[in-house]
C-alpha cells in the first residue's frame, strides 16, 4: 500500500507472556502455549503482537531482569520456539516485537557477576559504581522506583552500584561504548532471526546526568499522583537520573538497524506530557512511543477528552494504550467495561498504533491476588497498594479449574477469581460480549485504514466526544444521560456500533457508553 511503513496500519496487542497460556503444566505462559492461541489473536483481527521478556531471568522483576539478551527462559521454551511463533505469527499476517530492557541487567547476567568480583575487572565499567559519601551512605539521593535508595552496597569491592528499579537489575553505564555495542549486536541477532521490531523498555531512562548529581525535592503540592512506583519515588524532581537528552542518540543507532531490517521501535517513554513526549518520536529516532495518559486516572470524561486531544496533536504515531502489566486495568479504574470500550472506540479511530492488553478485550477487571500470594516486588512498597499482580492474573480462556490457561491445579500467580462470562469460551459466541464488540471495532478500523488523518474534533456538548479524520468520524457518549447525535451533512454508513452488531444506520441518539465508528460516503450537497 504505497510507501505507508507496515506499522501505520498495525493493531496491537500485549501479551504478558507468564499468564497468556501454559502449554507443560508448569503453571507459567509459554511460547509454545501462545502459539497454540494465535488464532484467537487472527480471529480479534490483531496484526502486531508485543511479548514481554522471555530471556533467562531470575524473575525478581517477571522477565525485566535479564540475564541472557540471546537466550530463552526454559519456563517459556526455547529458542526453537520463538522462531516457530515467529513462523506462526507471520503466516497469519501477525507481526512480532520483543521487549528490550536495557537500562539494566539482572544482577545475574554475566557481565554483572563478573563486573562484581573487583575493581579492575574489564566487566566493572558496564556498570555505574561509586564509593560511599563520606559518612558510609549511598553516593547521592536517588531512589529505587520499588521503594529505597537507589544504590546497594557491595561489600566485596567497597562500593555502591546503581538500580533505578530493584537491586537485582544494575543499571547498565551506556557511557561505556561497550555497552552500545553489544546492544547493536543484540538487536541484529533478534532481527536476523525475523522478529519485526522492540517495545523500548524505559527508553527515557538509559543515560543519567554525568555528574550523578542529587534530585531535587518537590514541593508537597507538585508531588504528582501516579500509580506504578513508590510513594517516596514521587516525591523527587527527576532531574538527573531520567529523561536525558543522551538517550535519543541511542536512540538514532537502533534507528539505524532497525530501518536496514524495516523493524519498528516503539518506546516506553513514562511522559504524559504530550508535547515532551512527542520530542521521542523522531524521523531518525524512535518510531512511536506509547502514551500513558489513559493509563493513571479513574473516570474522568473531561480528563480523556483533554488529555486524548492533546496527545493527538501532539505527534501523528503514538501507540494508543488504556492499560496494560504496570497499571490496573482500566474497567477497575472506571467502573465498567462499557467505559473502557467507549474509550477504546476513540483510541481506535485515531492515526497511530492503537493496543490491547490480553484480557481487555474479554473486558476485564484486575484479578484478585489474596494478601500473601503477592510477586510483583512493587507489593513490598505503601502496604501494597501499588501492586501490579491485580493486573496480571491468567487469561480466562474457559470456565473451570485452570481456566484452560493451564492444567497445573496452582498458577504461578493466583487465577483472580474470574467467573464464567469473563471467558473467551462463553464471549466467543456472544454478538453482545466485550470480545464480540472489540473484534467487530478491530474489523472497523482494519476497513478504514489509510482514511486517518490528524483528528478534527467535533464541536461537543461536553458529553459526547467526537472526532473526524478523513471520511470517517467516531464519537462516544462519555456521560450517563442519551444524547442526540448528527455527524453533520452528507451520507453516513454506520461501520461500528457498540449496541448493534447489524449496525448500518446512524442512531440518532446516543446512550450512555455508546460509540461509533461511520464512514461519510458523499459528501454533502452544495
Ligand atoms: O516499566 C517502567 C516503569 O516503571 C514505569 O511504568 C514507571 O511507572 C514510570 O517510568 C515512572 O515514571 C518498565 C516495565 O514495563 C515494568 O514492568 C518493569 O518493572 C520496569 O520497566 C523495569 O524494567
Not at 474534533?457 to 450517563?480: C, F, H, K, M, Q
Request: hydrophobic share 40%.
Amino acid at each position: 500500500m504505497r510507501d505507508r511503513p507496515w506499522w501505520q496500519d498495525a493493531i496491537g496487542y500485549q501479551v504478558y507472556l507468564p499468564s497468556f497460556q501454559d502449554s507443560d503444566g508448569d503453571g507459567w505462559g509459554d511460547l509454545p502455549g501462545l502459539i497454540s492461541r494465535l488464532d484467537h489473536l487472527h480471529d480479534l483481527g490483531v496484526t502486531l503482537l508485543w511479548i514481554s521478556p522471555f530471556h533467562p531471568s531470575p524473575m525478581r522483576d517477571h522477565g525485566y531482569d535479564v540475564a541472557d539478551y540471546r537466550g530463552v527462559d526454559p519456563r517459556y521454551g526455547t529458542l526453537d520456539d520463538v522462531d516457530k511463533l515467529l513462523c506462526a505469527a507471520h503466516e497469519r499476517g501477525i507481526r512480532v516485537v520483543a521487549d528490550l530492557v536495557v537500562n539494566h541487567t539482572s544482577s545475574e547476567h554475566p557481565w554483572f557477576r563478573s563486573a562484581r568480583r573487583s575493581r579492575t575487572d574489564p566487566m566493572r565499567d558496564r556498570y555505574i559504581w561509586r564509593d560511599p559519601a563520606p559518612d558510609g551512605g549511598p553516593p547521592n539521593n536517588w531512589l529505587s522506583h520499588f521503594g529505597g535508595p537507589a544504590w546497594t552496597f557491595d561489600e566485596h569491592t567497597g562500593q555502591y552500584y546503581l538500580h533505578l528499579f530493584t537491586p537485582d537489575q544494575p543499571d547498565l553505564n551506556w557511557q561505556n561504548p561497550e555497552v552500545a555495542d553489544e546492544v547493536d549486536d543484540i538487536l541484529r541477532f533478534w532481527f536476523d532471526r525475523g522478529l519485526d521490531g522492540f517495545r523500548i523498555d524505559t527508553a527515557h531512562y538509559l543515560t543519567k546526568h554525568p555528574g550523578l548529581p542529587d534530585n531535587p525535592w518537590l514541593a508537597a503540592e507538585d508531588v504528582p499522583v501516579q500509580g506504578g512506583v513508590a510513594a517516596e519515588w514521587l516525591r523527587q524532581d527527576h532531574r538527573y537520573d531520567i529523561e536525558q537528552p543522551s538517550a535519543m542518540d541511542i536512540h538514532r543507532r537502533w534507528r539505524a538497524i532497525a530501518d536496514f531490517y524495516h523493524a519498528v521501535l516503539i518506546g516506553e517513554v513514562y511522559i504524559l506530557d504530550p508535547a515532551r513526549l512527542a520530542t521521542y518520536v523522531q524521523a531518525d529516532g524512535l518510531h512511536s512511543t506509547f502514551w500513558f495518559g489513559l493509563v493513571e486516572s479513574g473516570w474522568a470524561p473531561e480528563r480523556v477528552a483533554t488529555m486524548l486531544r492533546a496527545a493527538a496533536a501532539a505527534a501523528p504515531n503514538l501507540a494508543w494504550v488504556q492499560s496494560s502489566h504496570d497499571r490496573k486495568r482500566a474497567v477497575t479504574r472506571y467502573g465498567s467495561a462499557r467505559r473502557a470500550i467507549a474509550v477504546a472506540t476513540l483510541l481506535m479511530g485515531l492515526p497511530g498504533i492503537p493496543f490491547l492488553y490480553n484480557g481487555e478485550e474479554l473486558g476485564l477487571p484486575d484479578g484478585t491476588v489474596p494478601p500473601g500470594h503477592a510477586q510483583d516486588p512493587l507489593a513490598a512498597a505503601d502496604g501494597g497498594s501499588q501492586s501490579r499482580d491485580g493486573a496480571r492474573t491468567p487469561m480466562p480462556w474457559e470456565p473451570g479449574p485452570g481456566l484452560g490457561f493451564t492444567t497445573a491445579p496452582a498458577a504461578w500467580l493466583p487465577f483472580g477469581d474470574r467467573r464464567p462470562g469473563d471467558t473467551v469460551a462463553e464471549q466467543r459466541d456472544d454478538p453482545s460480549s466485550p470480545l464480540s464488540i472489540h473484534r467487530r471495532l478491530i474489523a472497523a478500523r482494519a476497513r478504514t485504514a489509510c482514511a486517518r488523518t490528524a483528528p478534527l474534533w467535533l464541536e461537543d456538548s461536553g458529553d459526547v466526544l467526537g472526532y473526524r479524520t478523513g471520511p470517517i468520524v467516531v464519537a462516544a457518549n462519555l456521560s450517563e444521560a442519551p444524547h442526540p447525535f448528527d455527524p453533520g451533512p452528507g451520507r453516513w454508513r454506520c461501520e461500528f456500533d457498540t449496541d448493534d452488531p447489524e449496525a448500518d444506520r446512524v442512531p440518532a441518539e446516543l446512550a450512555p457508553g455508546q460509540a461509533v465508528m461511520l464512514r461519510q460516503e458523499a459528501a454533502a450537497a452544495g
